[in-house]
């Protein structure tokens, strides 16, 4: 990338304070000051022109804070604290270093509020597409990390707020649930957690494999965002369908980031909603005026 040694001046001069970087950046690697009481969780994760988001649409910015929230989400998952960020990216020749500057200003712009230092990383020019990639470094910081292992029968499975139809730009502009997870965790009862991006039928499935149980899903339980109703709307679906396309959009979209936990939460907050239950046998239920099988559909990140 032209003008190089100028953007990475400009990044140093970005750098905030913050009391886990004692050092300033500009060595090869980044200095953190961990607390030993202190779990480390890490965890990375990318987005891509043409699978998360559309660079001909989508602004550097918005797609900055994207892959940025989609790590903090993560952190939300297990209930742990995000204590720093390390960002690669793979920029198409020529876009920049206007551009590049506000893919960082993005990152910032969903880590600042979580106090999420961005200490180091790596640009690279080339004749691909943009990739874009984050490694977050998570603090326990007095929360057990919740995991998807944990769910046991007789546990409700709850939602943190409405699903479906995120391709209508929620899947750009979503909030990480950080501190919901924490204050949920913290009061006690969550038995396992994760992160909504699969979908709802393909994220159930994730807990109810990793704890060796099955689930039953209440159709009529199932909050179904507006988005989902707008794009049964938009497919053309008879009006008389329309109610069931928008609840299996509810049910299969991906990028809804909110929570999926199951327990017996000892607090709720508005906006989280019971929508089934954890049961012994394995395998994934509808009721829906009578049981069936649920299919995971959840859809591949496409946008
Ligand atoms: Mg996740």
């Known amino acids: 990338m032209a003008g190089e040694f100028e953007f990475i001046e400009w990044l ?130 007095g929360v057990t990390p919740i995991r998807r292992c944990g769910a046991k029968p007789g546990d409700g499975v709850y939602v943190t707020g409405p699903l479906g139809g995120s391709i209508l730009g929620r899947h750009m502009t979503f909030e990480p649930r950080v501190m919901l997870a924490r204050e949920l965790a913290q009061a006690g009862g969550i038995t396992a957690m994760i992160d909504l991006s699969d979908g709802l039928s393909r ?35 008879e009006v008389a369908d329309r109610q069931q396309r928008a609840l299996d959009h509810a049910m299969n979209d991906g990028e809804d980031y909110e929570l999926l936990f199951t327990g017996k939460p000892a607090a709720t907050q508005p906006g989280i909603v019971r929508v089934g239950s954890i049961v012994e046998e394995q395998g994934l239920w509808l009721d829906d005026n009578g049981r069936r099988p649920l299919q995971a559909r959840g859809w591949e990140h496409a946008i």
């Not at 159709?219 to 794009?231: G, I, K, L, S």
Request: include cysteine; charge should be negative; hydrophobic fraction near 45%.
């Open 203 to 237: 994220d159930l499935r994730h807990i109810c494999r990793e704890s060796g149980v099955g689930a039953v899903i209440d159709a009529r339980a199932v909050p179904v965002h507006d988005d989902a109703r707008h794009v049964a709307m938009e497919e053309g679906v």
């Open 12 to 141: 140093r001069s970005q750098q905030r304070a913050s009391a886990f970087v004692p050092v300033p950046a500009g060595d090869d690697l980044a200095v953190l000051r961990w607390d030993g009481r202190h779990l480390l969780l890490v965890g990375a994760d990318q987005v891509l022109d043409g699978a998360h988001f559309d660079a001909a649409v989508h602004t550097p910015r918005q797609i900055g804070r994207k892959v940025m929230n989609r790590n903090l989400s993560d952190c939300a998952a297990m209930a742990c604290l995000p204590a720093a960020a390390v960002a690669t990216v793979a920029l198409p020749r020529g876009l920049g270093v206007n551009y590049a500057r506000e893919l960082y200003l993005g990152l910032r712009e969903a880590a600042d509020p979580f106090d999420c230092p961005i200490v180091g990383g790596d640009t690279g020019s080339w004749d691909g597409k943009l990739a874009f990639s984050v490694t977050i470094l998570g603090r326990s910081a």
